[in-house]
């Protein structure tokens, strides 16, 4: 049983950052593929950010580039994405997500059906 545990969300000011981890309960970690995605009221889930199992390879959606940071500690089955320059565009519930891959080391999946684990999420929540 594969568990994800997101921890870090909050309420924060515009402008302000905030640092989401999720906990990865796995024997090998560094088979998955990770993703941060989020869904704000009324709107679809989106992917935020993509890292590949060997932490080399990074995605971010246009909106993101330059403010958020993926990354990943294999050591200790944990994936971070520190979030800086919040606005309140940003606030939503955001999910940490696994894709099992047997494949490449490199590959940063895109699509949600490509995740086969997730979180409950936590709260992000930026006032302007």
């Known amino acids: 049983q594969v568990q994800l545990v997101e921890s870090g969300g909050g309420l924060v000011q515009a402008g302000g950052s905030l640092r989401l981890s999720c906990a990865v309960s796995v024997r090998t970690f560094s088979r998955y593929a990770m993703g941060w995605f989020r869904q704000a009221p009324e709107k679809e889930r989106e992917l935020v950010a993509a890292i590949s199992r060997n932490g080399l390879t990074t995605y971010y959606t246009d909106s993101v580039k330059g403010r958020f940071a993926i990354s990943r500690d294999n050591a200790k089955n944990t994936v971070y994405l520190q979030m800086n320059s919040l606005n309140a565009e940003d606030s939503a519930v955001f999910y940490c997500?696994?894709?099992?891959?047997?494949?490449?080391?490199?590959?940063?999946?895109?699509?949600?059906?490509?995740?086969?684990?997730w979180g409950q999420g936590t709260q992000v929540t930026v006032s302007s």
């Open positions: 997500a696994a894709d099992y891959a047997t494949g490449d080391y490199y590959y940063t999946p895109r699509s949600e059906s490509e995740y086969d684990y």
